[in-house]
């Protein structure tokens, strides 16, 4: 091959193989040398692809945040008598419904105690997504022992469930109250969601 007047066989231009032209010919940039020397380098040179800022990197377009997680709190709605355990009222489910998609994680229990029989029972419950036991059998579990603000890796996951679904934990004393004495049960479980 010749260029102007020069023989470029078994010669190199810009420390390329022979036959390959790089850089400019008469001022012309050679098309076919510049796709061979991107590919090489294994890039692709778009002009008219734009470059996201780096203030969008959390967002998929202007104003419209990327998918994250989160952790929230699922109040837990006593159904009967307001959460207090009675001597007639010796069994409560608390019901939590969806409003997103949920996956629980966390329970926190605390108590409120009157009287001196209210100080041996037990809060005994089961846990419930829908229709699915979330336990490894039917036993009631202490739902104070587990949903203590003070315990340490007692964290679950739970089934997630879409919105509309029901959270529910029906619990029951193992020892019956007496006279007045009265036991107050609260619980919520923290879980996650995509939003």
Known sequence: MSVLGMDLVGHDLD????????????????????RRH???????????????PDWRS???????????????PLPMSPLSNGGTFT???TNITYQGQLQVPF?????????????????????LGQFFVGVGLQQADIQGIDVEAVGAPTAFGVR???VQAPPGVLVRVPVVLSIGLTDTDTIFL????MGRVVH
């Open 15 to 34: 420390g390329e193989l022979d036959g390959e032209l790089e850089g400019d010919v008469l001022g012309f940039e050679t098309v076919g040398a510049r």
């Open 38 to 52: 991107h590919r090489r380098h294994h890039h692709r040179y778009n002009p008219y692809a734009l470059q996201r």
């Open 58 to 72: 959390q967002e998929l377009a202007p104003g419209v945040n990327m998918p994250q997680e989160g952790m929230i």
């Open 87 to 89: 001597a007639s009222v």
């Open 103 to 123: 996956r629980s994680e966390r329970l926190l229990a605390t108590t409120s105690r009157v009287g001196t029989s209210a100080v041996a029972p037990r809060c």
């Open 156 to 158: 679950m996951t739970m």
């Open 186 to 189: 609260s619980m919520t479980f």
